[in-house]
Structure formats: structure tokens, C-alpha cells
């Protein structure tokens, strides 16, 4: 089953600008290696409606997750 709704994901005014680009795992922090990312999908900002913003996860964090 693909991925945790967005309701899982921390508020993106809370993240940094590597972590809304999908640069750093949205959870930990950490940088992503592309090869092994988990995409999380394009989300919506709630603040700024028409913005999107790119989570993406390591893969430990998202097994935690889904
Ligand atoms: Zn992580």
C-alpha cells in the first residue's frame, strides 16, 4: 500500500527548506539518497493554498510510518 495520508506529515511551516524540497527525509532530517527515498507525494500547503511542497522519506522512517 503506497505511503500515509497526509495527515501523518509534520506541518511544513515547521520544516526546512531541504525537507520541503524533498532534499532531507521529512521526519529525521536526514539528507536522502535519491536510489532509496520514499516519495510521499505531492502535498498541498495548508498556509498557502495553490503552494506544494515534496516530502520524501528515508526508508527507516517510513516503515515507521505507513
Ligand atoms: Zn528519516
Redesign the pocket.
Known amino acids: 500500500m503506497p505511503a500515509t495520508t497526509s495527515g501523518s506529515l509534520p506541518p511544513p511551516a515547521t520544516l526546512t527548506d531541504a525537507q520541503l524540497r524533498g532534499a532531507a527525509?521529512v521526519?529525521?532530517g536526514?539528507r536522502l539518497d535519491t536510489s532509496t527515498a520514499v516519495d510521499l507525494g505531492v502535498q498541498p500547503d495548508p498556509q498557502f493554498p495553490g503552494v506544494r511542497w515534496y516530502p520524501r522519506?528515508?526508508p527507516?522512517?517510513a516503515a515507521g510510518r505507513s
Open positions: 527525509c521526519w529525521g536526514g522519506a528515508c527507516a522512517c
